[in-house]
């Protein structure tokens, strides 16, 4: 046992691809809380396609790929927003629009300015690929968001929670929007290396829902959501590893098992278990109905 | 003193409220009412700072703008997201944001304050219920709750008394009192009729413009009341002088 959960740790790429995942693991649950309490789940999807110009600009010009996918990332919210201030669009329409002009925009990039870019390891996330220096980079880009939270959670909390009264009083709910955005947008970007740009949402959103159906409130909601995070990480790397799964759609897969655990079996809201309360319920009242 | 000078606000294009005018001394519970559409909530928002406005507002002789923090707001239940997992005692603790600061942990003084306004409004036993455990009138107490713990001057309700028990109302109509009797401002949207009105100090009645701003009495004529509403109101057998109060 001791030997099967060693023996990847014997390669590079696998310790660099566990470490990387296990801190996009707790990174990407904590920041996807926000977009679960907002309602904005789908946002996700929409920034991790709409940086692929972004890439493939940078790729282009050989500079930095993180700049040219936060830029895009961040216009494609300020262009949603944008939208849903200046009409009557409303912000589901508005995401849809963006979300594919933009991906067809990187696409038609990708073709005319012929990046060398593999767009299926775009996709899907490919653990070979990750080096010592993405997993530096994840760690710094994880640390920084983590105290941000910290630092604003409660300013963070009223603003998510109730934006018209957070503005009321006064609070910058402009600036708040923006380094949200700007958290998600980061988070996305170091997520998909690991998981890939449309399984990265899976592992913002999954464990944060998966922990709202266990918890009552948000701090908790992120602790549960992160251990959730680093479990589906670490088995989805190692299933990968032992039955030769693309490690993206592994990782993806065992956050889904854990979000129907946690739907049929949750102790306040599983379905399960309500069900079952209340045939133990009905049980128990019988005698007295019988009388 | 609230102070509203010439207030008129342009909402995408229509004006939604025009050349508001009126003042309401502290300690005095104010009631807006109008139809539907009339720009009851607009002006809430403009004076909350959450819409642009041509004209004045003031609060004791300096902007409103500058003084956020001494205005309070209480949402419409519908506007809140009820299946947020936060606890009753940290909606209230929100009240106490920007006292604590930024980089700050709440004091020990904001908790007692929150504590004593949890045990106000008769909740300190559900503060670490989730807030879609709480029924409807529990929900808007502790709305209520979280307004008394940002010890403001002024307070906006919007529409406290819809679907809410007895108890809940016995509690508010308490809380109003006591804040009228500390010299507090109170403007209270609503969508209530008839003998309910007789609980405000003064109704000011809205559609677009300032229609009347006066005792719920003298407010709440046929006349008044057919140019708010439309000429068609059914108003049969209510004496013409009094039709509503």
């Known amino acids: 046992m001791l030997d099967w959960l060693l023996d990847p740790l014997s390669y590079e790429f696998m310790r660099n691809a566990l470490a990387a995942g296990v801190v996009i693991g707790i990174l990407c649950p904590v920041v996807g809380t926000y977009l679960v309490v907002q309602r904005m789940a789908l946002l996700g999807d929409v920034i991790a396609h709409a940086i692929l110009p972004g890439l493939a600009i940078a790729n282009f010009f050989g500079i930095e790929m993180l700049l040219g996918a936060f830029a895009f990332g961040m216009l494609s919210t300020a262009v949603i927003t944008w939208i849903r201030n200046q009409s009557r669009v409303k912000i589901d329409s508005a995401m849809a629009v963006t979300f594919a002009s933009f991906f067809a925009l990187g696409v038609t990039l990708l073709t005319l300015l012929q990046s060398r870019f593999d767009l299926e390891e775009l996709l899907f996330g490919d653990i070979l690929s990750v080096t010592a220096t993405d997993v530096w980079r994840t760690c710094t880009i994880a640390v920084v968001a983590l105290l941000l939270i910290r630092l604003f959670y409660k300013e963070l909390l009223f603003y998510t929670f109730d934006r018209t009264g957070a503005e009321a009083v006064g609070l910058p709910v402009n600036w708040l929007n923006f380094g949200l955005m700007a958290g998600i947008t980061l988070t996305l970007i170091v997520g998909m290396k690991i998981v890939g740009v449309i399984l990265v949402v899976s592992l913002m959103v999954g464990p944060a829902i998966t922990a709202y159906l266990l918890v009552k409130e948000l701090h908790q909601m992120m602790a549960v959501g992160a251990l959730l995070g680093v479990m589906a990480s670490v088995i989805g790397m190692y299933a990968s590893y032992y039955l030769d799964l693309p490690s993206g759609p592994a990782i993806a897969l065992v956050v889904f098992v854990l979000f129907g655990l946690a739907l049929l079996l949750s102790p306040s809201q599983g379905v399960l278990t309500r069900s079952w309360r209340s045939q133990y319920a009905r049980k128990s009242t019988q005698p007295y109905v019988k009388k | ?245």
């Open chain 2, 1 to 245: 003193m609230l102070e509203v000078e010439h207030l008129s606000v342009d909402y995408r294009g229509v004006l939604a409220v025009e050349d508001i005018s009126f003042a309401i001394a502290p300690g005095q519970i104010v009631g807006m009412i109008g139809p539907n559409g009339a720009g009851k909530s607009t002006l809430v928002k403009a004076l909350l700072g959450l819409l642009p406005m041509q004209g004045r507002a003031a609060l004791h002789g300096a902007p409103l703008q500058r003084q956020r923090h001494r205005v309070a707001y209480v949402p419409q239940r519908s506007q809140i997201d009820w299946d947020y997992p936060i606890t009753a005692w940290n909606v209230v603790m929100m009240a106490r944001t920007t006292t604590t600061g930024w980089l700050r942990q709440p004091s020990r003084q904001s908790r007692q304050i929150v504590q004593a306004a949890l045990e106000r409004v008769n909740l300190l036993d559900l503060a670490q219920r989730q807030i879609g455990q709480l029924s409807g009138g529990q929900q808007q107490r502790v709305f209520l709750a979280r307004a008394l713990a940002q010890q403001a001057d002024l307070f906006f309700l919007d529409e406290p008394f819809t679907g809410i028990d007895k108890k809940t109302e016995a509690i508010m109509l308490g809380v109003f009192a006591e804040l009228r009797a500390q010299g507090k401002t109170l403007l209270i949207c609503s969508h209530e009729w008839g003998d309910a009105l007789q609980r405000y100090d003064r109704l000011l009645l809205l559609n677009r413009t300032l229609l009347a701003n006066d005792a719920p009495q003298s407010v709440m004529t046929l006349e008044n009341i057919q140019r708010a509403y439309g000429e068609n109101l059914h108003v049969a057998n209510r004496p013409a002088e009094m039709p509503f109060c």
